[in-house]
């Protein structure tokens, strides 16, 4: 196919109405004959603005290439062209309605660019808008500007603040690999403000590369979708309701991922709400935090299978990391799960709800080959812990395993501590709750050694805390399990296991002689009959 004629407009006012069209498309490509492939259609062609204006109210605006041709017999359609470009290198292009399609679109410094409403599709080139901040808001609460960028599409030119629906409403959708990278984000900024998000699509990127952050609601409302593989990323805080007057949702689905560089904050003085769907996972290198001040209301819901939250610091439900602040909740269920580095703090406003195979674990990884594993972390909690078939498990880190011949394997860490005050603790079904030591390391890649001696059981410490344990449901702090060895096995520990009637505060706690789950001799002596 043919490539689309330049348009430029200079000195002359060109607006479009009423469905009408400005076309610099590519031809369509040709037939293929008997048995050929259809023709590649012909790049799109380019529309500069360099003085005068060109407005468009409604209509379309293309400079798409063109089509593929048809295959002949046994043959395949043929490629579709490449689209061109837009240029407003003077004067204005305002978009008040209709639709604008463009492989890139640049703005010079000496053009304007009024973007009202309608949606503007950047297809497989750039978007440069040659802004230090870039808005998209429109001039009422009526209009809608929407920005689309889609296949490979990138937006590396925006130095400052990207901010979707500033006084009233904007909208950012990007697919198909697409990438857009701003020093911050702020979806929903003022407090009139509404901005909408979606990233979808494997190796489609929204970056948020400063010192500044990446904010759901800054002081509006802002809702962000990440799905099919996306991510929406800020290399420093990630944050979902901050100021008082802020509401901000993200929902995560369908193999999505948010992650924070440093903080991720959900309810900061605002309302918050992050929904982690099956497949989909959200990552903060530092502290997690729901319900941070006084005023903020946070709330985290990771549900399904495949659904999982990194905390690789803190989890501070109602809180920081140093103080008690709003409302938080954190609900993990049907098997989804949250991984925690550090402490776990659950202040009197916080709530940890784990059902359903969910489940909360603050448990050291496996220690190096015949290094001792590390001690249990603690959770802190004078808020509600609710475990309904789940499990929340801050047990001491397994032993590394026997590192070679006539050697030992570490030893299991010492379980974890459970500081509570006042609150409550309710255990039904199966729910767990428990504080165990790690078990010892036991056989590597050889052979006549000793198994590491299990942890020490945790501590669990509880004052004016009501307890209730229904079902088959576990509050313990058991010894680990010492490591099989096929020389001897390791020691295994006691166990303290807290025992209360349902509604009772769970003191004193009983300290019981009962055996922990195997020792290890007999679990050498199993791996060895297996072998």
Same mark, same amino acid.
């Given at each position: 196919?043919?490539?689309?004629?330049?348009? +430029?407009?200079?000195?002359?006012?060109?607006?479009?109405?009423?469905?009408?069209?400005?076309?610099?498309?590519?031809?369509?490509?040709?037939?293929?004959?008997?048995?050929?492939?259809?023709?590649?259609?012909?790049?799109?062609?380019?529309?500069?603005? *360099?003085?005068?204006?060109?407005?468009?109210?409604?209509?379309?605006?293309?400079?798409?290439?063109?089509?593929?041709?048809?295959?002949?017999?046994?043959?395949? @359609?043929?490629? !579709?062209?490449?689209?061109?470009?837009?240029?407003?290198?003077?004067?204005?292009?305002?978009? &008040?309605?209709?639709?604008?399609?463009? #492989?890139?679109?640049?703005?010079?410094?000496? #053009?304007?660019?009024?973007?009202?409403?309608?949606?503007?599709?950047?297809?497989?080139?750039?978007?440069?808008?040659?802004?230090?901040?870039?808005?998209?808001?429109?001039?009422?609460?009526?209009?809608?500007?929407?920005?689309?960028?889609?296949?490979?599409?990138?937006?590396? =030119?925006?130095?400052?603040?990207?901010?979707?629906?500033?006084?009233?409403?904007?909208?950012?959708?990007?697919?198909?690999?697409?990438?857009?990278?701003?020093?911050?984000?702020?979806?929903?900024?003022?407090?009139?403000?509404?901005?909408?998000?979606?990233?979808?699509?494997?190796?489609? +990127?929204?970056?948020?590369?400063?010192?500044?952050?990446?904010?759901?609601?800054?002081?509006?409302?802002?809702?962000? +979708?990440?799905?099919?593989?996306?991510?929406?990323?800020?290399?420093?805080?990630?944050?979902?309701?901050?100021?008082?007057?802020?509401?901000?949702?993200?929902?995560?689905?369908?193999?999505? @991922?948010?992650?924070?560089?440093?903080?991720?904050?959900?309810?900061?003085?605002?309302?918050?709400?992050?929904?982690?769907?099956?497949? @989909?996972?959200?990552?903060?290198? *530092?502290?997690?935090?729901?319900?941070? &001040?006084?005023?903020?209301?946070?709330?985290? &819901?990771?549900?399904? +299978?495949?659904?999982?939250?990194?905390?690789?610091?803190?989890?501070?439900?109602?809180?920081? !990391?140093?103080?008690?602040?709003?409302?938080?909740?954190?609900?993990? *269920?049907?098997?989804?799960?949250?991984?925690?580095?550090?402490?776990?703090?659950?202040?009197?406003?916080?709530?940890?709800?784990?059902?359903?195979?969910?489940?909360?674990?603050?448990?050291?990884?496996?220690?190096?080959?015949?290094?001792?594993?590390?001690?249990?972390?603690?959770?802190?909690?004078?808020?509600?812990?609710?475990?309904?078939?789940?499990?929340?498990?801050?047990?001491?880190?397994?032993?590394?395993?026997?590192?070679?011949?006539?050697?030992?394997?570490?030893?299991?860490? *010492?379980?974890?501590?459970?500081?509570?005050?006042?609150?409550?603790?309710?255990?039904?079904?199966?729910?767990?709750?428990?504080?165990?030591?790690?078990?010892?390391? #036991?056989?590597?890649?050889?052979?006549?050694?000793?198994?590491?001696?299990?942890?020490?059981?945790?501590?669990?410490?509880?004052?004016?805390?009501?307890?209730?344990?229904?079902?088959? @449901?576990?509050?313990?702090?058991?010894?680990?399990?010492?490591?099989?060895?096929? =020389?001897?096995?390791?020691?295994?520990?006691?166990?303290?296991?807290?025992?209360?009637?349902?509604?009772?505060?769970?003191?004193?706690?009983?300290?019981?002689?009962?055996?922990?789950?195997?020792?290890?001799?007999?679990?050498?002596?199993? !791996? &060895?009959?297996?072998?």
């Amino acid at each position: 196919g043919g490539m689309g004629g330049p348009i +430029t407009i200079g000195g002359a006012n060109v607006t479009l109405n009423d469905s009408a069209t400005l076309s610099a498309q590519g031809g369509r490509g040709g037939t293929g004959g008997n048995g050929a492939n259809g023709g590649t259609g012909g790049s799109g062609g380019s529309i500069e603005v *360099s003085s005068g204006s060109l407005t468009i109210n409604d209509g379309l605006i293309s400079v798409a290439g063109g089509v593929g041709g048809n295959p002949g017999l046994n043959g395949t @359609s043929g490629a !579709q062209g490449t689209h061109g470009n837009i240029d407003i290198t003077g004067g204005t292009f305002e978009m &008040n309605g209709g639709e604008v399609f463009t #492989g890139s679109f640049h703005r010079g410094s000496g #053009g304007t660019f009024n973007f009202n409403d309608g949606k503007l599709t950047v297809s497989g080139g750039m978007l440069d808008p040659n802004a230090t901040t870039f808005t998209i808001n429109g001039p009422s609460a009526l209009e809608l500007p929407t920005l689309v960028l889609t296949d490979g599409a990138t937006a590396p =030119g925006v130095t400052g603040r990207f901010i979707v629906g500033n006084a009233n409403r904007g909208r950012v959708e990007i697919f198909n690999g697409a990438t857009l990278t701003s020093n911050n984000v702020d979806i929903g900024n003022s407090a009139t403000g509404s901005g909408e998000a979606l990233v979808d699509g494997a190796g489609s +990127t929204w970056t948020s590369t400063g010192v500044a952050d990446l904010a759901v609601g800054e002081s509006g409302t802002g809702v962000l +979708t990440v799905s099919n593989g996306g991510l929406a990323e800020s290399l420093d805080d990630f944050a979902v309701g901050r100021s008082d007057t802020a509401n901000g949702t993200v929902h995560v689905e369908s193999g999505g @991922s948010i992650s924070a560089g440093n903080w991720l904050s959900i309810g900061v003085n605002g309302t918050g709400e992050v929904n982690i769907l099956p497949g @989909s996972t959200a990552t903060s290198t *530092s502290h997690l935090r729901l319900g941070i &001040n006084g005023t903020g209301d946070g709330t985290l &819901n990771v549900d399904g +299978t495949g659904a999982v939250v990194d905390a690789n610091d803190s989890l501070n439900v109602g809180g920081t !990391q140093s103080a008690s602040g709003g409302t938080g909740a954190l609900n993990v *269920s049907n098997t989804a799960t949250v991984n925690v580095v550090d402490i776990i703090r659950n202040y009197t406003g916080g709530t940890i709800d784990v059902a359903s195979g969910g489940s909360v674990t603050s448990t050291p990884a496996q220690a190096a080959p015949g290094v001792a594993g590390t001690n249990g972390n603690t959770l802190e909690t004078s808020g509600v812990i609710i475990s309904t078939n789940g499990s929340i498990h801050i047990d001491g880190g397994e032993g590394g395993e026997i590192p070679g011949f006539f050697s030992t394997g570490g030893a299991g860490g *010492s379980g974890g501590t459970l500081n509570a005050t006042g609150g409550s603790i309710d255990l039904a079904g199966t729910g767990q709750l428990t504080f165990d030591g790690g078990e010892g390391g #036991g056989l590597g890649s050889c052979c006549d050694n000793s198994g590491g001696a299990g942890g020490a059981a945790g501590v669990l410490n509880l004052t004016s805390t009501a307890v209730s344990l229904d079902g088959s @449901s576990t509050l313990a702090a058991r010894g680990g399990d010492g490591g099989g060895g096929d =020389g001897e096995g390791g020691e295994c520990q006691r166990l303290t296991v807290g025992v209360g009637e349902s509604g009772a505060v769970l003191e004193p706690l009983e300290e019981q002689a009962i055996a922990c789950g195997g020792d290890g001799e007999r679990e050498g002596f199993a !791996q &060895n009959a297996a072998a």
